[in-house]
């Protein structure tokens, strides 16, 4: 089965980026197409999967981040596994017959017909939460909110508690379905993002290190519940509904906004 790919209207259409701040990222590096443009009518082309990135940074840029940074903030989440659950290509390639509920769920996210494609309450996860625009916990490993990285709003860049240049197995797509484990930091550029050098290593104690000297005292590695944070702002970020929102809309098809007791899988 051939992977589609779409133009830069269809991607930016479909997470709601203006088409200024994709060309930004494509001079910066921050993205490559997987067929370029210019010259006798030869049209831009992505393919899902780089779309997919795209739309986390769009999200992210929603949340009041600058371009720059919500780009840098997608690589300091460890998705190069999570991702591959969204991604139509994988979907339609490798999860024809699953009959799990989360399965099932995907395969309605790709159909004109589908209904049950929105996350339920019981299956909302991949939570990205902010806290005082400078800690960003997420929970797509798994694990409820592990703390990915330090925002220094001063210097303007990122201190990643995950070694960003290092595939995390999360979701065990790429293992069970014999996917490539090479991570999508590898196909950009290093001058694109806000981080600093010693971080972008593959030594992982030395990381640690450096990570565990821009921790205050007092912050915690991993948050249970928001419930009992005690902070002046939070942002909250669900993967899960904007991924699904990018692919319907990048697909052409309809979304049927409901709430989630309506949900029924």
């Given at each position: 089965m051939s992977e589609a790919v779409f133009t830069d209207e269809q991607v930016t259409r479909a997470c709601n980026l203006h088409i200024d701040n994709l060309r930004r990222l494509i001079?910066?590096?921050a993205v490559k197409p997987?067929?370029?443009g210019g010259g006798r009518g030869r049209?831009?082309?992505w393919t899902a999967r780089q779309g997919l990135r795209i739309s986390v940074t769009a999200q992210f840029v929603d949340a009041g981040f600058s371009l720059q940074?919500?780009?840098?903030?997608?690589?300091?989440?460890?998705l190069d596994d999570f991702l591959h659950v969204y991604d139509p290509h994988v979907i339609r390639s490798h999860l024809k017959g699953g009959q799990g509920l989360a399965t099932r769920r995907l395969r309605a996210m790709l159909s004109p017909r589908g209904k049950n494609y929105?996350?339920?309450k019981r299956y909302l996860c991949s939570e990205v939460f902010i806290v005082d625009k400078r800690y960003l916990y997420a929970d797509v490993l798994g694990d409820q909110g592990l703390l990915c990285a330090i925002i220094d709003t001063q210097r303007q860049c990122v201190y990643p508690n995950f070694l960003p240049s290092h595939y995390y197995e999360g979701m065990g797509v790429v293992d069970s379905l014999n996917l490539s484990h090479?991570?999508?930091i590898t196909k950009i550029s290093r001058r694109s993002l806000l981080i600093d050098d010693e971080f972008l290593g593959s030594d992982y104690e030395?990381?640690?290190e450096r990570f565990q000297q821009h921790l205050p005292p007092g912050i915690d590695s991993q948050v249970i519940s928001i419930g009992g944070l005690v902070c002046r702002n939070l942002s909250l970020i669900n993967l899960a509904v904007g991924l699904t929102e990018f692919v319907r809309k990048l697909l052409g098809l309809p979304v049927d906004y409901h709430p989630f007791e309506e949900s029924n899988l």
């Open positions: 001079t910066w590096g997987v067929q370029a049209v831009r082309k940074m919500a780009h840098t903030l997608t690589y300091c989440l460890p929105w996350p339920t090479d991570p999508d030395t990381h640690h």
